[in-house]
């Protein structure tokens, strides 16, 4: 037996429970991992609120979470790549990884560098697919100026640091209390809410070249606004907004590798990419853990330790 977490109706934190499960067996091309960490994501949130039933159908008994590091303790057939005993990070497409072992599709793997923490490792794979696919999205190039908003959350934490990797000028909307971590990035920090507009057109001298909108609200009409063209703005949250002026709206799915997944664990292991875990909860304050990181003030990620 294993212990999952699992709701069986729509709701708030409230609905959340830990069970008892029967330890799933790996078929043809799959592995059974001990999960060592598993990430939370604000789209999981959603889709137990019922508000992403549309994309995200569910059904009941529902279980969260597609983050995951851990140890793989069984293989199934065909499976050539891993054994057990392997430390792996990965994802997988039905959720289930906030437990104590889930089974994976052993191509949704990939080794975890000794020098990335068990709590990095897990809170990977969501935020950093979706940060990697924002950067490809709005083709940041060198000498771009670039405007991340949320820059302090799980994907704009990650996304302002890959900007800068790629030699653009980033510019980072967060609340002031994040303004120094985002400094010592290199990021330059600029408030949001009311003025943010004029306080970006200082930062940047005028002119923005590309838009990474981590957050929603109106952060698309702020880039619009702004002078960014469509093809260089990306949003996570507001698909209205995208589909109103044309701007992309691509995810962690359209960067789902285990090969994006190593790159950026190996840019974690050289010190090269810094991924922020604000805090990490046992399993069976999971529910506390989502309250944490439904606040939305979080810098980086929250995690859970099974």
């Known amino acids: 037996m294993s212990r999952i977490v699992s709701f069986t109706r729509f709701g708030g934190t409230d609905v959340l429970e830990v069970i008892e499960a029967e330890t799933g067996t790996p078929g043809p091309g799959e592995v059974l991992v001990e999960v060592r960490a598993a990430g939370l994501n604000p789209v999981e949130s959603g889709i137990r609120g019922g508000f992403l039933q549309q994309v995200y159908p569910t059904t009941f008994p529902a279980r969260q979470g597609k983050d995951l590091a851990g140890v793989v303790t069984a293989v199934g057939p065909d499976v050539t790549g891993f054994a057990a005993g392997d430390e792996v990070v990965g994802f997988t497409t039905a959720p289930g990884t906030q437990a104590e072992t889930v089974v994976v599709p052993a191509t949704h793997l990939t080794a975890r560098p000794a020098g990335v923490p068990w709590e990095v490792a897990g809170a990977l794979f969501t935020a950093g697919a979706a940060a990697c696919a924002s950067v490809r999205a709005v ?17 704009g934490s990650i996304a302002v640091q890959l900007a800068r990797l790629a030699g653009a000028t980033v510019i980072g909307l967060a609340g002031p209390v994040h303004h120094d971590w985002l400094r010592a990035h290199d990021i330059v920090p600029v408030a949001y809410g009311e003025g943010a507009e004029q306080r970006i057109k200082d930062a940047s001298g005028g002119t923005v070249d590309a838009f990474i909108d981590a957050f929603g609200a109106a952060y698309v009409d702020l880039a619009i606004t702004l002078g960014v063209r469509p093809e260089r703005i990306n949003t996570l949250m507001n698909f209205a907004a995208a589909g109103r002026y044309g701007v992309k709206a691509r995810g962690s799915n359209d960067a789902a590798t285990p090969e994006v997944l190593a790159e950026l664990a190996g840019l974690v292991a050289d010190g090269r990419l810094e991924v922020p875990v604000e805090a990490t909860y046992p399993l069976d304050r999971v529910a506390e853990a989502y309250q944490h990181l439904e606040r939305r003030h979080t810098l980086g990620k929250i995690v859970v330790i099974p």
């Open 139 to 155: 083709a940041v190039t060198a000498g771009d100026t670039v405007v991340v908003a949320n820059a302090a959350g799980g994907v």
